[in-house]
């Protein structure tokens, strides 16, 4: 199994402005997951990429995955309030279990 | 439609107590996850199913057992609750394993 690895592990932004994360990975995956955890809820799936794509959007969500670098970022444009929250990345890859990692803690001020 | 709802919401034990925390989804999602979440930490998968009669091990799955008699329901068991197993504990289910994950709002356990 391979654990996805967020960073930064806490960002501070100011309403209206883009929030940027990333994630990195150490072996190949057929897909990446991107969840939200709002505080003492369950986790809510974001966007999933998989291997052969580079680029998808939904609504203010932008997620970019390049493979050879290992590595994927979500962009969160416009952000609102309501954006804070913890933000996991799951590479995945068929026969192996879901790892998720420590998180990045977005806040976003109003 | 509920999505994935899971029993009790909160709990607190003796060591050495035991207890089944419940999952249900009804969704007809063949595949469903418990996890533990400690604080500022991920999840760690416990255990797993991809399907009804079947349980594979995950990450951390000592101190724990599973069943999945019927399809919507997922069982996470303690036979003896120790300290170390305070934790938040979330069920998920999924369409395909390498599919979207559905969680539940969470079973936050304590064990003194």
């Known amino acids: 199994s391979q654990q996805g690895e967020e960073d930064p592990q806490a960002l501070s932004i100011q309403e209206g402005e883009n929030a940027t994360m990333n994630c990195s990975y150490k072996t190949s995956i057929n897909n990446l997951q991107w969840y939200r955890q709002n505080s003492g809820r369950g986790l809510v799936h974001l966007i999933l990429?998989?291997?052969?794509?580079r680029e998808k959007h939904s609504g203010r969500l932008r997620v970019t995955l390049d493979t050879s670098k290992k590595s994927s970022s979500l962009l969160i444009t416009a952000s609102r309030a309501a954006d804070t929250a913890s933000y996991f990345c799951?590479?995945?890859?068929?026969?192996?279990?879901?790892?998720f990692g420590p998180g990045t803690r977005l806040s976003v001020l109003p | 439609n509920a999505g994935v709802t899971q029993t009790p919401k909160f709990r607190v034990l003796k060591t050495g107590q035991s207890m089944t925390l419940l999952c249900a989804q009804d969704m007809n999602h063949e595949y469903m996850y418990w996890y533990r979440q400690d604080p500022g930490m991920g999840l760690r998968l416990i255990h797993y199913?991809?399907?009804?009669?079947?349980?594979a091990k995950g990450e951390v799955p000592d101190g724990y057992n599973v069943s999945r008699l019927k399809k919507q329901n997922f069982l996470l068991g303690l036979e003896s609750a120790a300290p170390s197993q305070t934790s938040v504990y979330f069920c998920a289910s999924s369409y395909y394993l390498a599919g979207e994950q559905y969680f539940g709002p969470g079973t936050r356990l304590t064990v003194t």
């Open positions: 199913s991809v399907g009804e009669g079947t349980t």
């Open positions: 799951a590479p995945y890859n068929y026969g192996q279990n879901f790892v």
């Open positions: 990429i998989r291997s052969n794509e």
